[in-house]
């Protein structure tokens, strides 16, 4: 892993307890631009409302949050480590326009 990921000791909130979450910088760098925060971030993570499998093994943890806005944070597992890729916020869900 690059030596830019952050860790982030998830404990009894992570979408699996006892994973240590790494968030690279590219996802870092996606939340401040796009004014993501970490508890949103972790919220994704914890209570999904769906998982896809993406491209080359990533999965996509997908929440939609009172305001209705969707977010999908892109992650793969690596042994005791949950690493997220990418974190991108979506007008719609999972499956567009006809996913609700």
């Not at 093994?57 to 806005?69: S, T």
Request: proline residues 5%.
């Amino acid at each position: 892993m690059a030596t830019s990921a952050v860790l982030v000791t998830c404990g009894q909130t992570c979408y699996t307890p006892d994973v240590e979450l790494v968030i690279t910088r590219h996802a870092r760098n996606r939340m401040r631009l796009y004014e993501v925060t970490e508890a949103d971030t972790v919220a994704t993570l914890s209570h999904p409302e769906q998982i896809d499998q993406g491209a080359f093994g990533a999965r996509h943890a997908w929440k939609q949050f009172p305001d209705g806005r969707w977010l999908r944070v892109t992650f793969i597992e690596e042994g005791a480590q949950r690493v997220v890729i990418t974190v991108t916020p979506k007008r719609h869900g999972p499956g567009g326009h006809d996913a609700h």
